[in-house]
């Protein structure tokens, strides 16, 4: 990233926490807040969790200092996580539970997102152990394919070895064979 490009997100993350409200809502925001998030809630009733996710995420940015923004962020990192959900993402669910652990939950909430952190935090470790475990398995077995084609090389190389080792035999008996027959041949002169 060059300077310029720095500058201006660095600009940007300050003209949006500028615009972010602070503390409480006004009563519009409040009612505007309300109705997205029962529409949220309908996408999550309806099993529509890719909206419902969205929407939750959106509150989430857009009143991140509101009880409503704080609690969309815990509903869109508890959606995250759903298995049932077809964008399921555990990494980003991990940041919206941190994002929603920042900000003023209720206590329960506040457990299970503690929770959450620490079971994905884990599963993360998990996963780069099993990668780690992956890589490790396919290095090995590639030399385990390297020491098998270096073996094949080498037991072509011994039964050559053997034939040439037969054929002298075989040369070896003619020689003395012959040279039995050249003594015979000289003592019976």
């Known amino acids: 990233m060059n300077a310029r490009s720095g500058i201006l997100v660095v600009l940007s993350a300050a003209v949006f926490a500028g615009c972010a409200p602070r503390g409480g809502l006004s009563p519009e925001q409040r009612a505007e807040a309300e109705h997205v998030l029962d529409l949220a809630r309908s996408y999550e009733n309806t099993g529509d969790l890719r909206r419902a996710t969205d929407v939750y995420t959106s509150i989430a940015e857009t009143y991140p200092r509101s009880d409503a923004g704080a609690g969309a962020a815990y509903k869109a990192a508890i959606i995250l996580v759903n298995p049932h959900n077809p964008v399921r993402d555990d990494a980003l669910a991990l940041v919206w539970f941190r994002t929603a652990l920042g900000r003023p939950i209720p206590p329960d909430n506040r457990g299970l997102a503690e929770t ?32 098998g084609l270096t073996i094949v090389s080498y037991h072509r190389r011994a039964e050559q070895l053997e034939q040439q080792l037969f054929a002298a035999n075989v040369e070896l008996k003619k020689l003395k064979d012959v040279d039995i027959q050249i003594a015979r041949s000289r003592r019976r002169r």
């Open 116 to 147: 959450f952190v620490s079971q994905l935090e884990h599963l993360e470790e998990l996963r780069q152990d099993l990668d780690l475990h992956w890589r490790m398995n396919d290095s090995l077995r590639n030399v385990v394919r390297r020491q």
